[in-house]
């Protein structure tokens, strides 16, 4: 087959090494190799979340994790106030009417993220009762980055019976998310996005007050039930077949990312987004987020200039190189660059290189 490298907001590009980790063979599933391989990607996990508490770690997708902090954070009496920015925020509130909670949405238009105002208005008009807020971090869908930090610091000192649950599965491994320090009850990712693994993974950091909360929700289900799942990673093992070749993958990657170390993994993310944005504005396309609040993992432009982005597509597919278009609605208005996971400075050069021969 004729690899095409991907530039899109996920699946990312994977290292040759770690999908060649996958094809080891198989162990038992509670065997001490398992166990050992569990504990070994919870402890490296826990240095990326930057959190001393457990990351649980589940085959699925990110929205899995979406269904599991919702069945185990929101009592049925008490409602969750979902935060509405684009396409993923979105499917965070459609998971929550489909686990049967009181949803109550805010709207903020595609583009603009969401401030901690929006935030304290919203808890203000229920006198502060709500079981939890769900925001997404980095929406792929968009390139909007919201400031978390801050609308966490808001939601502890106003309202502090209200748990935050953080969508982070496009910005974890490409931006600082300190999980402890924001005091964060919930954040989430998936594997193949800046983590630059295969998809199939899915992690959460989670803390203690979420888990005491759990104890008073019923119908959590079993396969996302967290309190199951803590009886389980505390012996380092899970509850159902784990997926131990994608576990595999994350051990070696993990080792990757953590070798190259946060801060320069951010900085090179943050160098690559400003390369991506740049070459945009310089060629006279906008930008749908505003600049204080653009990702460090994905563009979204504003195809200002009317351009063929099908055309523009099969030509980088005819260099070995692929983009997104734009999500739902923004389809045609927009296209999005991902410099997410492994790219590299030369690889990005590369890619706007072709660009370029295009547009002239």
Known sequence: MTHVKLFIPGPSE?????????????????????????????GKLKQLFMTGNRVFILASSGSGLQEAAIRNGVRADRPVINFINGAFAQRWHEVTLGCGKQALRVDVPWGEPVLPETVDAALAA?????????????????GVRSPVGEIAALVRSKYPDTLVFVDAVSSLAGD???????????????????????????????????????????????????????????????PATPAISLLRAADRQLDHILAEGLDARVARHRRLAGMTQTWALERGFGLLAAEDFRSLTVTCVENSRGIDFAGL???????????????????????????????????????LAVMDEFLA
Not at 208 to 215: F, G, V, Y
Not at 317 to 344: C, E, P, W
């Open 126 to 142: 229920l006198d502060g009762r709500c079981d939890a807020i769900t925001v997404v971090h980095n929406e792929t869908s968009t």
């Open 313 to 351: 597509n099969r030509h980088l597919k005819q260099r070995g190189m692929t983009i997104s278009n734009g999500y739902g609605d923004l389809k045609g208005k927009t296209f999005r660059i991902a410099h997410m996971g492994d790219v590299t400075d030369a690889d990005m050069a590369e890619l």
């Open 14 to 42: 994977v290292r040759d090494d770690i999908l060649q980790a996958q094809t080891a063979p198989m162990m038992g599933h509670r065997s001490a190799e398992c166990d050992a391989l569990v504990g070994s990607v919870e």
């Open 176 to 238: 600082w998310i300190p999980v402890d320090e924001w005091q964060l009850d919930i954040c989430l990712t998936s594997s193949q996005k800046a983590l630059a693994l295969p998809p199939g993974l899915a992690f959460a950091a989670v803390s203690d007050r979420t888990l005491a909360r759990a104890k008073d929700v019923t119908g959590r289900g079993w396969y996302f039930d967290f309190l199951v799942l803590e009886k389980y990673l505390v012996k380092n093992t899970t």
